[in-house]
């Protein structure tokens, strides 16, 4: 079963942030850390000796790998904890009550994620050697992705699809962009994203690609037929395997001549979407 990106690691705590231990007091918000590649280490307090290594060793890596970006975590920000980070030259969060680590199922600190578009892709939990760290980033970095970002810049084929009503289209068959939605009735940031993507239907074709679609229930699908776009049913996953689409909601666009022009996975804002299109 294809997971509801509001089931994947970081996208699970939207619209939560992160107080930032700079000396502004901005917020991060949890949005960035879904967005390129992150090793982010949790720790609790630098008097800790091994949370202080963590810090330490995270401050050496950065500058080997300057295409990624680095974090440090934690439930409490104390002036020993910005000074540790400060000397590493790292950026500095507070989790506050550990929500995200709590959703990201951290039990021990100090623990070291490396995380790419939102998804954990390798973990270290204490103890671990410095070489591990080491190893875990370049993976990371050296790995190249294997989602629909990959197919940037691409020409593909899409074929014919089913709509909700039943009739067939052929959704190479067009003159104009295509911005494609990845849906699944169990996602509520789906849900969500609907009157975003009707605002967006006068200045561009947008298709929404139904997964699961026998999960919905006859009202659910009546309000799909009410937002007016094109609903597409892609039980068959010819669209979700060809396009890569790892979680929902996912948005692709593609051209008039079939070329992947930009993906999003995971929530898309109005104006952002309007950027794009």
Not at 32 to 38: A, D, N, R, T, V
Not at 66 to 91: C, G, H, I, K
Not at 198 to 204: F, S, T
Not at 243 to 255: A, E, F, H, K
């Amino acid at each position: 079963m294809i997971r509801c990106i509001l089931t994947l690691t970081i996208a699970s705590v939207l619209g939560m942030t992160l107080c930032l231990s700079a000396a502004a007091d901005e917020a991060v918000d949890v949005e960035k850390l879904k967005e390129g590649q992150w090793t982010v280490a949790f720790v609790v307090l630098p008097e800790v000796p091994e949370c202080k290594l963590a810090i330490e060793w995270l401050g050496e890596l950065q500058h080997s790998f300057p295409e990624m970006q680095f974090l440090v975590l934690s439930p409490w920000l104390t002036d020993d904890l910005r000074d540790a980070a400060a000397r590493a030259e790292l950026p500095v969060a507070r989790d506050e009550e550990s929500q995200l680590g709590k959703i990201l199922g951290i039990d021990d600190v100090p623990t070291i994620l490396t995380l790419r578009e939102g998804r954990v892709a390798d973990r270290l939990v204490w103890p671990f050697p410095q070489e591990a760290v080491r190893e875990a980033v370049e993976k990371l970095a050296f790995t190249p992705d294997d989602g629909p970002t990959a197919l940037l810049d691409e020409g593909i084929s899409l074929g014919k699809a089913t709509t909700l009503e039943g009739e067939e289209v052929d959704l190479d068959n067009t003159e104009h962009p295509v911005l494609l939605s990845f849906f699944q009735p169990m996602c509520p940031a789906c849900w969500r994203a609907l009157p975003t993507l009707v605002e967006l239907k006068d200045d561009i074709e947008v298709v929404l690609v139904v997964l699961e679609a026998g999960a919905m229930t006859d009202s659910e699908q009546a309000e799909l037929q009410e937002t007016g776009l094109t609903v597409v049913l892609d039980d068959a996953r010819q669209l979700l395997e060809a396009l890569r689409v790892r979680s929902t909601p996912t948005y692709i666009l593609r051209d008039e001549t079939g070329t992947i022009r930009w993906v999003k996975e995971g929530v898309a804002e109005l104006e952002e979407l309007r950027d794009q299109t």
